[in-house]
């Protein structure tokens, strides 16, 4: 507390916590290790499951980093970065969440022996930075450029990254479809392509296998025809998106009708039946053949949808709305007054079809060809949800090297490269800087250590020889296969990665543990308005007034 003249100023509200220096520096530190901890063990194709249980008692079994972290409510601030690091990594490559996450609880922990052998944290943070531009340039220059058309390259892409996940038999059936998808929606501009994986709508369904998993070129809803009096089938559709109900409005507040006689009650049925009819008046005189509504659509107006021989689908999800607008080109009209032919969305075909006891709604031949979905058949539903995260992996890694086509080997062997540059890098700086950026090696070693780790090898043997290997003449490949616990050339193998996914995880790690370092004080304000016990002081009951009313 500051005083003046005698007088403490406050500038703080009561119950605010405080902790400074190395107290901060520390708790942060013990925060972001522990939530790195929890993931370790899941890095690789031998990594490990963790089961999830939310307050609600449902299970998640999953190796996803990114899962793993969003399912777990972490409350510590440092812990929260940390948790970003993930969904950062995930958002901008969609791979690599455990590695990034990882590298930055690895980062901290080296840098707290260094704040324990007195390095003050700034040079920390400057050694670290220059040790990763380092690796960035090196990076760079070490991957390796290909062609698009090489399918067998792309097929190990896509393999490797699906490879830790529980995809099993079904792997290559899988990768195939990730790149047919992919292929789909990439847009060439120039020499390079662009893509946007959310034009890759994913629906899933329980029943029949992996290996039943299909690409559709379209838009699969899952929902079913509303009435059955329409017709199962439309050819040259005109599609109505709707996002108003084909009901009445309800009124906010109960209010009462009397009806004296029953031409009244006859009259008031006439009268709703007849706005019904008005309704689809409306869509049939924009033309449309086909209705896919966000909400709800009355009995009354789909017997009269289906004297039009008009399809309609009611309650459809806002997200497969938007990429219904997408793909069919049709506007989505909020108002139905609004609606005329120029808003309509165009398919060649819209089918209800029969999926195991479901009945599913497939749109194709859309007129933004684009589009694409694909069903995830397994038997069980924990097993489609992993296998939708596996696939998930694979499309992005295929969409980032559409956009950068630049590989490098996995299993260690890019990073057992970068820290062997590095350790030759530190020397040349010397200064306090060294250490930092020897610790920053260190920590790339990491990963090819936690990958033998996880398949049960040992880890110092594997480490000395993946050193040597790569002090060889062609030795920059060399990484741990986790499956025969040798060092191989990975590049060889076909165990290989996006460029991309391995410059974000080290940006993303570096990022996030110099933020942390950084900080040497961190204000916590209370979440509950009462003081804490003792607080007040000598004399601190201040009288009756300030009692609540119920210890009267
Ligand atoms: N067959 C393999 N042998 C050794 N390492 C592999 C193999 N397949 C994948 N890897 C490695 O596993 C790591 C990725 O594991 P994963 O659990 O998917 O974590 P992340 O969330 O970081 O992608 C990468 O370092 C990758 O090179
Ligand atoms: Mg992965």
Request: hydrophobic share 25%; charged share 25%; with cysteine.
């Given at each position: 507390m500051t005083y003046l003249a005698g007088q403490p100023i406050l500038i703080l509200k009561e119950g605010t916590s405080r902790k400074k220096g190395k107290d901060a520096q520390r708790a942060n530190i013990q925060a972001a290790k522990i939530v790195a901890e929890v993931v370790k063990s899941t890095l690789g194709p031998r990594g490990m499951d963790k089961m999830l249980v939310d307050s609600l008692g449902d299970v998640t079994i999953t190796n996803d980093g990114a899962t793993i972290l969003d399912d777990?409510?972490?409350?510590h601030p440092s812990a929260k970065m940390m948790v970003e690091v993930a969904k950062t990594q995930d958002d901008e490559v969609g791979d690599g969440t455990t590695t990034a996450v990882i590298m930055a609880g690895e980062l901290l922990k080296k840098a707290e022996e260094l704040l324990d052998e007195k390095v003050h944290p700034t040079l920390i943070v400057h050694g670290f930075k220059q040790a990763a531009e380092e690796s960035m340039k090196n990076l760079q220059k070490k991957a390796k450029p290909f062609k698009l058309d090489d399918r067998d390259i792309l097929k190990n892409i896509a393999l490797t990254a699906m490879h830790?996940?529980?995809?099993g038999g079904a792997k290559e059936h899988f990768a195939d479809i990730a790149i047919e998808a992919v292929k789909q929606v990439a847009d060439k501009r120039g020499d390079s392509y662009s893509v946007d994986i959310d034009n890759i709508q994913i629906t899933k369904k329980e029943?029949?296998?992996?290996?039943?998993t299909e690409l559709v070129k379209g838009i699969i809803i899952?929902?079913?025809?509303?009435?059955?009096?329409?017709?199962?089938i439309v050819k040259e559709t005109k599609i109505a998106l709707l996002d108003c109900p084909l009901e009445l409005e309800k009124t906010e507040f109960s209010a009462e009708i009397r009806i004296r006689d029953p031409t009244q009650m006859k009259a008031f049925l006439d009268e709703e039946s007849r706005m019904l009819k008005d309704m689809v008046e409306k869509i049939k005189s924009s033309g449309a053949n086909v209705v896919m509504c966000q909400k709800g659509i009355d009995d009354t107006a789909q017997h009269y949808l289906a004297k039009e021989r008009i399809m309609a689908i009611r309650r459809i999800k806002k997200s497969d709305m938007e990429k219904l607008s997408r793909a069919t080109g049709g506007k989505i009209v909020t108002n139905l007054d609004d609606l005329n032919a120029a808003d309509l969305g165009y398919a060649a075909t819209v089918e209800e079809r029969k999926i195991t006891d479901d009945k599913m709604v497939f749109v194709q031949?859309?007129?933004?060809?684009?589009s694409v979905g694909i069903l995830i058949r397994a038997g069980l539903e924990r097993m489609v949800d992993e296998a939708e995260r596996s696939l998930n992996d694979a499309l992005h890694v295929i969409a980032d090297v559409m956009m950068q086509p630049k590989i490098v080997a996995g299993g260690g062997a890019i990073e057992a490269e970068l820290a062997k540059e590095l350790k030759d890098f530190a020397t040349k700086v010397g200064g306090r800087e060294q250490l930092a950026i020897e610790a920053f090696a260190s920590v790339l070693e990491m990963i090819p250590r936690t990958l033998a780790e996880n398949a049960g090898l040992n880890p110092i043997d594997i480490l000395v020889n993946l050193r040597s290997a790569h002090e060889?003449?062609?030795?920059?490949?060399?990484?741990?296969?986790v499956f025969t616990g040798k060092i191989e050339d990975m590049m060889k193998k076909g165990i290989i990665e996006p460029l991309k996914v391995k410059e974000q995880a080290l940006k993303s790690a570096v990022e996030s543990a110099s933020m942390i370092l950084r900080i040497d004080d961190i204000v916590a304000s209370s979440k509950s308005p009462t003081p804490p016990p003792g607080a007040g002081g000598p004399g601190g009951m201040g009288g009756m007034g300030g009692m609540p009313p119920g210890m009267m």
């Open positions: 777990m409510d972490v409350q830790s996940k529980g995809v029943g029949r296998s992996l290996l039943d899952d929902k079913e025809v509303v009435n059955p009096g329409m017709p199962k031949g859309c007129k933004n060809p684009r060889k003449p062609n030795g920059q490949w060399y990484g741990v296969n």
